[in-house]
């Protein structure tokens, strides 16, 4: 039981400290930023050619937003150090990177919406 109990807290001391960074880090903040602005654009303009649904477009983009984050601040040398200097040492597979994307669901719902504006008109 015992190290269940450390599982649960080594998954929720990675994903906060990727939380705090990914939305304390100013360049990574902006990269996101512009990285969701550009992604939801595609997307949007995409709607009809492949299928998807406006329905389930924001899902798709927090999907992206999850992984995009993932890959990204796995090279951010000040997270990658926090997780691996901790005793117990975290890795980026601790991280519910869902959870990370929460942190920028304003930023998905603004960028759809203005992409949708653009595309398709008020």
Do not use: C, H
């Not at 190290?3 to 994903?15: F, M, P, V, Y």
């Not at 603004?110 to 595309?119: M, P, R, T, V």
């Amino acid at each position: 039981m015992r190290w269940k109990n450390q599982l649960k807290k080594s998954i929720a001391t990675a994903t906060r400290s990727a939380i705090l960074w990914s939305n304390n880090e100013y360049n990574m903040y902006q990269f996101m930023v512009t990285w969701i602005r550009d992604t939801a654009r595609k997307l949007v303009k995409e709607v009809e050619d492949d299928g998807l649904q406006m329905a389930n477009l924001k899902q798709e983009m927090m999907n992206k937003t999850a992984r995009q984050l993932s890959e990204v601040m796995a090279n951010m040398d000040g997270f990658m150090e926090d997780l691996t200097e901790r005793e117990p040492m975290d890795s980026l597979s601790d991280v519910n990177w869902d959870e990370v994307a929460e942190v920028y669901e304003a930023e998905v719902d603004e960028a759809i919406d203005d992409a949708d504006k653009l595309f398709r008109g008020d």
